[in-house]
C-alpha cells in the first residue's frame, strides 16, 4: 500500500480541508476553491491564440493538416477547425493546445472520490480539469466540459507555476488532473506535473487510458498515481458508447505497471451497456493474466445521463 495515513472523521476531514486552504471560499470540500474571473472568457475564431495558448506536444505535418500524436485518434487539423478533443487548433502552420493553464473547475477533494482507496488514504487533493476530452462518452457525468472547448466554458487564470503554489500554499499532498480527460489537456498536465515533483507534490491523473505509448512513457515520469477507466472489454461497446477503441486502453494499463505508477481501475456497470457477466468475466481474467491480479478494481453505479439509451 503507498501512503498509508491515520483514519480522520469525515468532519475532521472537511475542518482540516478548510484550515489547509488558506482563508479561500469552500463550503463543501467539492465547491470551487478559487474565485472566478467576472464573465469568463469567450474566443469565436477556432484557429485564433490567446494567452492560454501553448504549442503542442508530440504533432507532426502532413498534407492534410497538422496530425496529433497525442491519442489514438491522431486528428489531422486544419486551420479554422480543432481537433475531437476540442482544445487543439492550428496557427502559422504550428498545432497549439488552447487548454493550458485556463481550467474550468479547480476543487479539493478527498483522494477516494477519484476513486484512489490505497493511495494516501484519508487525505485531500487539489483537482483540476479543463475543457475538452478524446472520447464522447454517451453515459458521461461531466459533458457539461468534457464536450465543450475551453472557449465555451469560464475559466479560471491558473498557470502551472501558480496551480504549484496554491497546492503548497493550501498543504495539499497531492494534485488530480481529472474530471473532464487529462489527455486532452496533455501538455498542461505535464509542465503542471513536473513542477509539482519539483516541489514534493504527487501527481494523479483520472483518464480514460486513450493516449499513445510516447506520450504515455513521458507522463509517467512525474505522474505517481492512476485511476483509469476500463470502460468495457468489448471493442463494439467501446465504439458505440465511447467512440474509441478497447487495444489502446489495455496497452495503457500495461504501460502504467511497467513504469511503477500506482495504479487503480474503474469499470462502470451500465444496465444493458456493460453488466454482461460473460463480459466481465473476460475482464477480469485478462486483468490477473496479465499480471493485474493485485491491482484495485472499483465497480462504480451508473447514474443515467440524457444522452444514453438501452443499447439495442
Known sequence: MAGRGRKISKRAFIRKGLAGLGGLYLCQYWRPV??????????????????????????????RGMKCRICPNEC?????????CRNKTVSGGKLYTIA????????????????????????????IATAGCNLACLN?????????????????????????????????RSISYTYSEPVAFYEY?????RLARQAGIKNVVVSNGYIHEKPLRE????????????????????????????????QSLRIYKEEGVWLEITNLIIPTWTDDMSMITQMCRWLVKNGFHDTPLHFSRFSPPTRLSPAQ
Open 189 to 193: 498536465t505535464l509542465d503542471s506535473a
Open 76 to 84: 489531422e487539423v486544419k486551420p479554422g477547425e480543432t481537433g475531437d
Open 100 to 127: 493550458y493553464g485556463n481550467p474550468c473547475s479547480v476543487h479539493a477533494d478527498p483522494i477516494e472520490k477519484k476513486p484512489l482507496f490505497h493511495f494516501l488514504p484519508a487525505s485531500s487533493v487539489l483537482s
Open 34 to 63: 478559487f474565485s472566478m474571473p467576472a464573465g469568463g472568457s469567450v474566443v469565436t475564431e477556432a484557429d485564433k491564440l490567446w494567452k492560454w495558448s501553448r504549442e503542442a506536444y508530440h504533432y507532426i505535418s502532413t498534407p
Open 140 to 172: 458521461c457525468q461531466n459533458w457539461e466540459i468534457s464536450q465543450k472547448s475551453p472557449r465555451e466554458t469560464r475559466n479560471y487564470d491558473l498557470m502551472p507555476e501558480k496551480l504549484v503554489k496554491s497546492a503548497i500554499e493550501g498543504k495539499y
Open 219 to 250: 507522463w509517467c515520469k512525474v505522474v505517481d498515481a492512476a485511476n483509469i477507466d476500463l470502460k468495457s472489454f468489448s471493442d463494439d461497446t467501446y465504439a458505440m458508447l465511447n467512440a474509441g477503441k478497447l487495444e489502446p486502453v489495455l
